[in-house]
């Protein structure tokens, strides 16, 4: 599982259909460029300069295989990348009616890496400010609410998880939005401040639908 989004639709769906060994998610390679940029900084404050230029290479070798393999220009996120054996074919993961299943917070995760094309970035952060899409009542949807897969009381699903408020919330600053920063964090600790308040728990998701947190805490 990515990140532990073990029940986030497209991984429901690829472990449904067994085909944990063909498919590469997007948020792993995403987080993977966002430490090699900060394994950069440290080996270059060190002195490392050989570890940098590895580290550089990294970042953009993973940077190059999403852009060029995970975009999907229809739906505007980047999407799970199926493999094919022997080939270097590939294709988004799809529901079998076209849809990409990766309509949600793992296919903007490039917005935390810092990469991705000017019109790339544009679709991306429309998908986060649309209260149809992902921008929610308590904070940033998991998956996008107007996707088919969507389901108001699930766990990755229906629900905001309050590490990617934060993600999110500081890759807003890095692109200048400032002002939906200030909305990301703001609606994200009221949410959880109110649980704690009438729970006394800090759960580590809220659902969409209740605005209750639930699962561990």
């Not at 970042?59 to 799970?80: H, I, M, P, Q, T």
């Not at 810092?114 to 649309?130: P, S, Y």
Request: glycine share 8%; with cysteine; net charge negative.
């Amino acid at each position: 599982n990515a990140s532990g989004m073990d029940h986030y639709p497209a991984q429901v769906a690829l472990h449904g259909e067994h085909l944990e060994g063909r498919i590469a998610p997007v948020c792993s390679n995403a987080h993977f460029i966002r430490f090699a940029k900060i394994m950069k900084q440290i080996a270059s404050v060190f002195g490392y300069q050989e570890d940098c230029l590895e580290y550089q290479s990294d970042a953009e070798r993973v940077s190059e295989a999403l852009l060029n393999s995970a975009w999907d220009e229809k739906s505007g996120y980047f999407g799970y990348v199926v493999h094919f054996d022997d080939s270097e074919k590939t294709e988004i993961f799809r529901t079998k009616e076209g849809e990409n299943y990766n309509k949600g917070i793992d296919g903007v995760t490039p917005l935390i890496s810092g990469i991705g094309e000017n019109d790339q970035v544009e679709r991306m952060l429309k998908h986060l400010k649309d209260e149809k899409e992902l921008w929610s009542p308590i904070g940033l949807s998991t998956v996008d609410m107007s996707a088919s897969y969507y389901y108001d009381n699930g766990y990755w699903n229906g629900s905001v998880w309050f590490p990617y408020q934060y993600l999110l919330w500081k890759s807003m600053l890095d692109y200048g939005e400032n002002e939906f920063a200030y909305q990301i964090a703001d609606r994200a600790l009221s949410s959880w401040k109110q649980e704690v308040e009438f729970s006394y728990n800090t759960f580590e998701m809220i659902q969409i639908e209740t605005g209750r947190g639930g699962w561990f805490h």
